[in-house]
């Protein structure tokens, strides 16, 4: 079962999984995103912050981040009874995300469900058409639930319980869209975050998950600004980069 936790420094989510959590995760990412590469489409801002997370769980499970072993319950008794040698740890690998993509990530895939309905099996499928099965559907949007509420978790340990609730319930209760939404905006809350004194993350962390879930007058102001831009260089939002939201070389987690 995949577990998530808040890193030391308050920086990210650690999530946690063996090989089979995490290849379940990231199959489920890459099936509800669907195959369309295509900036117009209304989810592709959601879509690409799924998958950049895809991108380091899957590295994880392929052993390029850190890795532990947890007891698996295997005892002697339980190997003479069935005849076998068993290990008696698993290998569970380990990955970091930055607060507010997975944030981000925990609200904004629930409007892209119903877009993404449409990858999979369905009455009106074209001749010749291979589709998922409905069932890969079910499957998918519970493995993305699930990693939506170890977010959520994570999240509380830091800012409280009470100050989650709030959050969550100005979540469901906004009227806010995710459609066209401008990633940039991800970019300068992750590095706000990184810039954010240790002693005051938890205060930093609580004000970004709220303009994430309500999203503040700044936000269409970017917004607003990515459009003239685009227009202007006659391309889209996605295709622009403000050269002054650069990462750090090192993310101290």
Not at 88 to 117: C, D, E, G, H, K
Not at 198 to 214: C, G, Q, S, T, Y
């Amino acid at each position: 079962m995949l577990r998530f936790k808040p890193t030391e420094h308050l920086t990210g989510v650690t999530i946690q999984g063996d090989l089979q959590d995490f290849y379940e995760l990231t199959e489920s990412i890459y099936r509800i995103t669907g195959i369309v590469d295509d900036p117009t489409s209304a989810y592709y801002g959601v879509r690409n912050t799924l998958l950049a997370i895809c991108y380091g769980i899957r590295h994880a499970y392929m052993g390029d981040r850190d890795i532990f072993t947890v007891e698996n319950g295997m005892n002697q008794e339980i190997m003479r009874w069935h005849k076998m040698i068993t290990p008696t740890n698993n290998v569970y690998y380990s990955v970091n995300v930055l607060f507010p993509l997975a944030i981000f990530a925990a609200v904004s895939m629930q409007q892209a469900f119903p877009s993404a309905r449409k990858f999979y099996e369905s009455k009106n499928m074209k001749e010749g058409e291979h589709l998922p099965p409905y069932s890969d559907y079910v499957h998918d949007k519970a493995y993305l639930n699930q990693f939506a509420a170890g977010v959520w978790q994570a999240l509380g340990e830091v800012i409280g319980g009470l100050e989650l609730e709030k959050i969550i319930r100005s979540w469901e209760n906004s009227y806010d869209s995710y459609a066209c939404y401008a990633t940039q905006y991800i970019d300068k809350c992750n590095i706000e975050l990184l810039k954010a004194p240790l002693e005051k993350r938890k205060d930093k962390l609580r004000n970004i998950a709220k303009r994430l879930v309500k999203a503040p007058q700044a936000y269409y102001t970017l917004l607003r600004d990515l459009h003239a831009a685009a227009k202007e260089y006659n391309t889209d939002i996605y295709s622009l980069h403000d050269s002054r939201l650069e990462y750090p070389e090192e993310i101290e987690w």
